[in-house]
């Protein structure tokens, strides 16, 4: 009698904790009631705080950016052309770049049309491939190396100009090309130094006018 007894509260215990679990209704954080079923994230919202996780996240508008002045143009009077400037900095690295690959182009162009011109004793594919790339790498490399000095002297004597004189217009641009000219042909007499900075001080007053005009 005294088992059976023990029994019966045991059935009913478990009975009514199922019950319980069944018929329970689980809530959100905020308090208010909702019938979708308690995901993982609600149990990781409701035990952690992102606050606490993420120094930062509770500062908003407050936090500061580091402010770079990359896109920051020069600010020397008459630079505002179609071809915009950071800086003496930049003028030197772009330009002597653009004229170093354009260089390497053009000496390109005109080693390919040297060496398939060039008479050979014997007809052979070989042979005449063998010239045209003994051609381009001599002639690219030549007018390569050529235009980049050129450009590297004439963007430092042009950018220093401009700083003396506080603006940048043809006059001084013309001024750096024929020094650019003259220091390049120094070594090869006066005569072509003459021609080479009357040369080279035309095509960068014509290149400043093509740069306001556009």
């Given amino acids: ?9 045991e059935a009913s215990t478990s009975t009514s904790a199922t019950d319980y679990l069944q018929n329970a209704q689980f809530q959100r954080p905020g308090g208010a009631s909702s019938p979708e079923t308690i995901t993982s994230t609600d149990l990781l919202l409701a035990a952690y705080d992102p606050t606490k996780l993420h120094p930062l996240a509770e500062l908003g508008d407050k936090l500061d950016y580091l402010v770079l002045d990359d896109e920051k143009v020069n600010e020397v009077p008459g630079s505002g052309t179609a071809v915009p ?6 003028d030197l690295c772009y330009g002597t770049g653009t004229m170093y690959l354009g260089g390497l182009t053009l ?3 005109w080693g390919v049309r040297e060496g398939a011109r060039r008479p050979l ?3 052979n594919a070989r042979l005449r491939l063998n010239s045209i790339l003994n051609s381009v790498t001599r002639r690219g490399t030549f007018v390569g ?3 980049g000095v050129m450009a590297l002297i004439y963007n ?3 950018s220093s100009i401009d700083a003396y004189r506080g603006q940048h217009d043809t006059a001084g641009s013309m001024a750096a090309g024929a020094l650019t000219g003259a220091v390049f042909r120094s070594t090869a007499g006066v005569k072509p130094a ?4 009357t040369i080279v001080s035309g095509a960068a007053g014509l290149w400043s006018l093509v740069k306001k005009s556009v």
């Fill in 1 to 9: 009698m005294s088992s059976s007894h023990n029994s019966q509260p």
């Fill in 107 to 109: 000496g390109g162009l």
């Fill in 194 to 197: 003459l021609i080479s900075a």
């Fill in 85 to 90: 400037s950071r800086g003496w900095s930049d």
């Fill in 121 to 123: 004793a014997v007809y």
């Fill in 145 to 147: 190396n050529s235009a």
């Fill in 156 to 158: 430092g004597i042009n």
